[in-house]
């Protein structure tokens, strides 16, 4: 083994204390960011400064070994092209270090080390958000940014919004660079490789028009032309992203059994049918204020538990708006009935069934009930990634509709997303009425919340009390998931026995879900009920709950309970429990102990809190 390196001369006295990091990398730090590809951590070092170590995926074989004899790999280009762009007057986060290892034949391992920065303005939250005020004058500094780089000869191919980091002045605004492996430095640019530059931007109209205003002005060039040329880059990009996005499909479609087939077959068709229902908000009221709002239909044909509880920010949100209205659902599954019983503003549910095949008479009823029923003041798709969700806002009797715009429409990549699938819809609904010329709820987007009851929550306390005939606090576990999500009897049990070793005087119990075993063969207290207000209310009586990623998981979370959820497949950014007590942990990168750690600093400060 072999190694490659080199340490910024200020840095060369922590040689020893960087080289640990490497060393425990997988064991230490903090998770910054956590992708399929790449993995990239927080240390601090000995005086407190904070560093942003990079370690980049193992590259396939062929990769290894072009790497080892014909060209940089990613860490050392990283580092030499910080340097350059520093020399060039383009801010980076300072490079401190890069470490390559090597084998006989290729490379094995890659990592990259520069300073943690904290930046005012993420420019991928900026891009989507058009209703902030400082959207139109970040866009144009951005582009007078990109003109001076341009300038410079500096073509950087990853120039996207999740690489753009902005430090608020006085004058204006800084911007900084990062994810530097991919650029190319020219002598000169012509003006068609610098507006393809600007592809991976979200193909929109107001924001494509204002930088090419600027960059026009700047380099004395037709804004027409400026325009054309990034609005067709934009789209261009998107098309071929899109493209990949199905050729990943269909490759991990001949995977799949028979009846994921069907179903994923089935998706695509309603894809291809619904695109352009409400495509970039089409259709969308551009004026509602001193209107009349007394029916609401929200739309979210979904049968999952989880999805459901995310949409309840939105219904309290909706309350705040218009508290005179009446709330119809049209979903799928009945798990909206209990989750939605104790909402006052919620009349009606219109249920489809979840197995649409099996029962296809009330299927078709449920579309005909919301198409030829009631008319509706306004209608509301809640989630935008849901064909069935566009057509039923389509479909539904209405005076004014809101389509929440589609997640993947905004070209973010997916694991550099982080709008909160509970948050998000509520955030939507909020931009299209101040468009609409509404003002906002004040404060952020509500919580999710079952709203249990006082009665529920008493008939709970006993629940607990009954199971472990002791007062004495409880820790809930609920170790089942689906899929990948599932962790594995070995791991429960390595857990269960840590926690009891940590916390002797607790109780531990387990609540099993319906239709499934425990993944613990250990013999515990263990709670059943296939009501699920009754499993939120036992969880509503414990001191905390560990759960993996499950529909139950935001369950407890919208039991408003302590909640430690765990994650080794999912993006935890979008998917973690939204209440203010809940804390999320990506167990691939943090053992069992830090796990039980965790719990016991959760527990701690719930006591401070009581005290």
């Not at 003006?191 to 991976?200: C, D, I, M, T, V």
């Not at 600027?214 to 071929?240: C, M, N, Q, V």
């Not at 806002?393 to 909160?420: L, S």
Request: charged share 25%; hydrophobic share 40%.
């Amino acid at each position: 083994m072999t190694t490659n390196s080199k340490i910024r001369p200020e840095y060369a006295g922590q040689e020893g204390a960087l080289r640990n990091l490497i060393a425990n990398f997988t064991t230490s730090g903090e998770d910054f960011f956590r992708g399929d590809r790449n993995v990239i951590k927080t240390f601090r070092l000995d005086g407190g400064k904070v560093v942003n170590v990079k370690s980049f995926r193992r590259p396939n074989i062929i990769n290894r070994i072009v790497y080892k004899y014909f060209r940089q790999p990613k860490a050392s280009r990283s580092f030499h092209h910080s340097h350059k762009l520093l020399d060039c007057g383009i801010k980076v986060p300072k490079p401190i270090a890069f470490f390559e290892n090597f084998n006989s034949y290729s490379v094995t391992e890659s990592y990259f080390i520069s300073e943690q920065i904290y930046p005012d303005i993420h420019f991928i939250n900026l891009v989507v958000n058009p209703e902030d005020p400082r959207y139109d004058d970040v866009l144009r500094h951005f582009a007078g940014f990109a003109y001076r780089m341009h300038e410079k000869g500096i073509e950087f191919r990853d120039f996207s919004p999740g690489n753009v980091l902005i430090m608020v002045r006085e004058d204006g605004y800084d911007f900084y660079l990062v994810d530097l492996n991919r650029m190319a430095f020219h002598e000169e640019m012509s003006l068609e490789k610098r507006l393809k530059n600007f592809e991976r931007l979200p193909p929109e109209d107001r924001l494509v028009r204002i930088i090419s205003e600027e960059y026009a002005g700047l380099s004395g060039e037709p804004f027409d032309k400026i325009y054309e040329g990034i609005w067709g880059a934009t789209h261009a990009f998107r098309r071929k992203f899109l493209l990949r996005h199905k050729l990943k499909f269909w490759k991990s479609f001949k995977k799949m059994n028979l009846k994921k087939r069907i179903n994923n077959f089935r998706r695509r068709v309603m894809e291809g049918i619904t695109r352009g229902i409400g495509a970039n908000s089409t259709g969308n009221p551009d004026h509602l204020e001193g209107e009349l709002i007394r029916r609401i239909l929200i739309c979210r044909p979904n049968h999952r538990l989880g999805n459901m509880l995310m949409i309840t920010p939105l219904v309290q949100d909706i309350a705040h708006y218009f508290p005179e209205a009446s709330v119809d659902l049209f979903v799928q599954g009945g798990a909206a009935v209990p989750i939605f019983k104790n909402y006052p503003q919620v009349s009606r549910i219109i249920q489809l069934p979840g197995r649409p095949f099996s029962h296809l008479l009330r299927y078709i009823a449920g579309w005909i009930t919301i198409g030829f029923g009631r008319k509706y003041d306004l209608v509301i798709n809640a989630y935008g990634g849901s064909s069935s969700g566009r057509l039923s806002t389509r479909f539904a009797r209405a005076r004014h509709r809101v389509f929440i715009e589609d997640r993947k429409t905004a070209g973010i990549p997916p694991e550099e997303d982080d709008r909160h699938m509970a948050k998000y819809p509520a955030e939507q609904f909020r931009l299209q009425m101040i468009k609409a010329g509404i003002i906002p709820p004040v404060g952020p987007v509500p919580f999710m919340d079952l709203l249990l009851d006082e009665q529920e929550i008493t008939a709970g306390h006993i629940a607990v009390r009954k199971m472990t005939g002791n007062d004495r606090p409880t820790i809930c576990l609920f170790t089942n998931a689906t899929g990948d999500k599932l962790y594995p009897a070995s791991w429960w049990s390595e857990t269960y026995y840590k926690l009891r070793n940590a916390h002797p005087h607790w109780n531990i119990v387990e609540v099993l879900p319906v239709g499934a075993s425990s993944q613990l063969n250990e013999d515990l207290p263990r709670f059943f009920d296939p009501d699920i207000r009754k499993v939120a209310a036992f969880f509503r009586n414990c001191a905390l709950v560990v759960a993996g990623d499950s529909g139950i998981m935001h369950l407890a979370s919208a039991a408003r309970v302590p909640l430690l959820a765990l994650f080794k497949v999912t993006n935890m950014r979008v998917y973690a429990p939204y209440n203010p007590e809940s804390r999320s942990i990506d167990t691939r990168s943090h053992p069992v102990d830090e796990v039980v750690t965790l719990t016991g600093a959760m527990l701690q400060s719930k006591n401070a809190g009581r005290a």
